[in-house]
């Protein structure tokens, strides 16, 4: 039997983990966090995520914070984060922490893997020499390779088998050998590329294609809002189209480790070599605008009440970045927060995935202590609010930060109702 270890059991590396185990591999899990090792060998997923919870009852992954036991593995594949700074520079510290901690207990034959989204030549650049450090030598005494996360938190459907994967290795070998592995575990397609960079860039640009299409729609729910258009309307007729268009939605923001994130690790790597992605960055600057275009939506609806932001009482429904998953990483709602509360809004805070970080226990609570509404999460509890309901609870205004409401019939109630482009 043979053994692959697992280094970082979060979204990526556990589901990785469950399913190596479920196809008859011995599973190493390694991780700094000891709580997390503790509760993974107890069977327990420490992370809220429907996947994983599941899976790992049955799972034999035998969980530790010893980076030695690599040294038992035929197969090392690193799935540690790989986030930006304040400043949007990307943070490669857990990269190279992982790539470091491993060095010294390697061995012959095995095969290396980077799962986390990185700058193209992370790979061959920057992890091959640390492991070198170890006196074997990349593409003879070990593989190694790229092969990228492709995990989607709370997608019930692209499970982590079902997903089509693409490898690529700093030796053709090193292709050959991970794409074996990845051939072994999943049931999608494993596509093998020209090299390790090749894999890498292919993740940097599916996930800046997305940005790049969530910020154009957001300009153009802007544009529309003045022109008084009702941007999803328009985005239904164009989705008639059956080729060449493809929907994405105007929102209060994009947040999450991969959307929001990875575009910088491209922009900024691109200037090592003289390139200036300005049609990234403003795609960036476009979607970081939103949360404070929210903001202003908001103020400049309160006027018209002839109210003031500053005393509000207003309830922010949501906090995660997008809907049914617990994660706050890089989410809109904290930046709608910080700039209400700079405006000393009275601010009650929901999120059914996040009870110790709300103000209230219920939706319902959150409605009885406030005037107006603010939507920043699509959770499907809110997704569910009625009409009705917000008349009931006396709500004079609703901020739909992700246009899920019943526009019409808040309206038809008295309601002041604005979304996104709507
Ligand atoms: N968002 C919009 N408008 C859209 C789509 C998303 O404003 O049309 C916002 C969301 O509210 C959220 C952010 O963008 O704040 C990111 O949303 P996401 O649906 O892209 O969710 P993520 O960040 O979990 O993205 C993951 C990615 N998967 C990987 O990186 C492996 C992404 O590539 C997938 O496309 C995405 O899931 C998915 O399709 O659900």
Redesign the pocket.
């Known amino acids: 039997m043979k053994t692959v270890a697992i280094i970082g059991l979060g979204y990526?590396g556990l589901p990785l983990a469950c399913l190596s185990a479920k196809k008859g591999y011995e599973v190493i899990g390694i991780d700094i966090d000891k709580e997390k090792v503790s509760k993974i060998n107890k069977n327990i997923s420490p992370i809220d995520d429907d996947y994983i919870k599941e899976n790992i009852k049955k799972a034999k992954i035998r969980a530790t914070t010893e980076f030695s036991d690599v040294n038992k593995a035929d197969y090392i594949i690193i799935c540690v984060p790989t986030p930006v700074t304040k400043k949007h520079l990307p943070d490669m510290s857990f990269v190279e922490n992982a790539t470091k901690a491993i060095t010294p207990h390697l061995k012959k034959g095995q095969t290396i893997v980077l799962e986390s989204?990185v700058h193209p030549g992370t790979t061959n650049e920057i992890m091959q020499p640390i492991l070198e450090k170890s006196g074997l030598i990349a593409g003879k005494d070990f593989y190694l390779s790229h092969c990228?996360?492709?995990?989607?938190?709370?997608?019930k459907k692209?499970v982590v088998e079902k997903?089509p994967r693409v490898v690529g290795g700093i030796t053709p070998e090193s292709t050959k050998k991970t794409a074996e592995f990845y051939k072994s575990i999943i049931e999608a397609d494993v596509l093998e590329v020209k090299s390790s960079k090749e894999a890498e860039a292919a993740?940097i640009m599916?996930?800046s294609f997305?940005?790049i299409?969530?910020a154009f729609?957001?300009e153009m729910a802007k544009s529309f809002d003045k022109a008084g258009i009702d941007v999803l309307d328009v985005i239904k007729g164009a989705s008639t189209k059956p080729f060449a268009f493809m929907?994405?939605?105007?929102?209060?923001?994009?947040?999450?480790?991969?959307?929001?994130v990875?575009p910088y690790y491209l922009i900024d790597n691109a200037k090592t070599y003289g390139f200036d992605h300005e049609f990234l960055l403003l795609a960036r600057k476009i979607?970081n605008s939103?949360p404070e275009y929210t903001v202003e939506l908001l103020s400049d609806q309160l006027n018209a009440l002839g109210k003031s932001v500053k005393g509000a009482k207003i309830a922010v429904l949501g906090l995660a970045?997008?809907?049914n998953?617990d994660?706050i990483r890089?989410?809109?709602a904290l930046e709608i927060i910080e700039l209400l509360k700079k405006k000393k809004s009275d601010l009650i805070i929901y999120d059914p995935y996040l009870p110790d970080m709300s103000d209230v226990k219920s939706l319902s609570e959150a409605l009885d202590m406030s005037d107006y509404v603010l939507i920043a999460?699509?959770h499907k509890e809110f997704r569910e609010i009625k009409a009705e309901t917000l008349k009931e609870k006396n709500i004079k205004l609703v901020i739909d930060g992700?246009n899920i409401l019943e526009k019409d019939k808040i309206v038809e109630l008295g309601i002041k109702y604005k979304g996104i482009g709507r």
Do not use: F, L, Q
């Open positions: 990526v989204t990228p996360e492709r995990i989607d938190p709370g997608n692209w997903i993740k599916e996930n997305r940005d299409n969530i729609i957001n929907a994405h939605y105007p929102g209060c923001g994009v947040g999450g480790h991969c959307i929001s990875d979607n939103m970045y997008k809907g998953v994660d890089e989410s809109p999460t699509d992700r």
